[in-house]
């Protein structure tokens, strides 16, 4: 069974903090990913990475910086923290894609959320 | 622009009978949808998953129908329980840059009353 474990379930902030959260996952998976979900507007992508040290921006990149140093760990940085920013976050990991292989191995698999609140 | 859209915010339905959840999509690029259910305070979990080269595929109480020419896929559970109420994401998947990414719709909200 794939596992994926985020640091906190609840957080409170003030507004400008510097905020961190942490995923990891145990089936040595290369893609890892961060969302946030707000009512209304589903799950929205903030981040990937695909490799150690490798990231990509998602849908909504702006105020989020992303660390990945080992491969079952990835870190999503508020570095200012927003009221805007209020949020669950979700972080989910999937198996490798080769480029033009057949759909079917995206299945992503996601941790619990954080609920983050800014104040 | 959302390209992967659930109009129904909530859907209640009678315990035993079917439940049918819809999905539109505008980016003809997808080739691969997903169903997600999500219950308060966890992560979405996998429920099913359809290819764009079939029209259904079937697991259990959940059938997902592909229509490719209207851009429309259909969640049916049949029958439903009430364990069963939970916030349903469809998703779809394209293949670009490095990792296949997921587009999520907004959700619909499905109630299974007993």
């Known amino acids: 069974d794939v596992k994926v474990t985020q640091s906190s379930r609840y957080l409170v902030k003030r507004t400008g903090e510097k905020v961190f959260l942490e995923c990891v996952q145990d089936?040595?998976?290369?893609?890892m990913f961060w969302y946030r979900q707000d009512p209304g507007l589903g799950l929205r992508l903030i981040y990937f990475?695909?490799?150690?040290?490798?990231?990509e921006k998602g849908d909504i990149p702006e105020g989020y910086s992303v660390s990945r140093e080992k491969k079952e760990r990835f870190s999503l940085i508020l570095e200012s923290a927003s009221t805007n920013q209020t949020s669950m976050y979700l972080c989910?990991?999937?198996?490798?894609?080769?480029?033009?292989?057949?759909?079917?191995?995206?299945?992503?698999?996601f941790g619990p959320g954080t609920r983050l609140l800014v104040l | 622009d959302q390209q992967v859209k659930q109009n129904s915010p909530s859907l209640s339905v009678q315990e035993g009978r079917i439940s049918i959840l819809n999905c539109d999509y505008t980016?003809?690029?997808?080739?691969?949808f997903l169903w997600y259910k999500k219950y308060p305070a966890e992560g979405p979990t996998f429920l099913i998953s359809?290819?764009?080269?079939?029209d259904k595929n079937e697991d259990g109480r959940f059938t997902v129908f592909l229509n490719k020419s209207a851009k429309h896929l259909s969640l049916h559970i049949v029958p439903s329980q009430p364990g069963d109420s939970a916030v349903y994401f469809c998703?779809?998947?394209?293949?670009?840059?490095?990792?296949?990414?997921?587009?999520f719709g907004s959700g619909t909200q499905l109630t299974v009353l007993p």
């Open positions: 089936m040595d998976h290369e893609n």
């Open positions: 980016n003809s690029m997808f080739d691969y």
């Open positions: 990475s695909y490799d150690v040290k490798m990231k």
């Open positions: 989910a990991s999937s198996e490798v894609w080769a480029s033009g292989g057949a759909p079917g191995g995206e299945t992503q698999y």
């Open positions: 359809i290819s764009s080269i079939k």
């Open positions: 998703a779809a998947s394209r293949g670009s840059g490095s990792a296949r990414q997921l587009t």
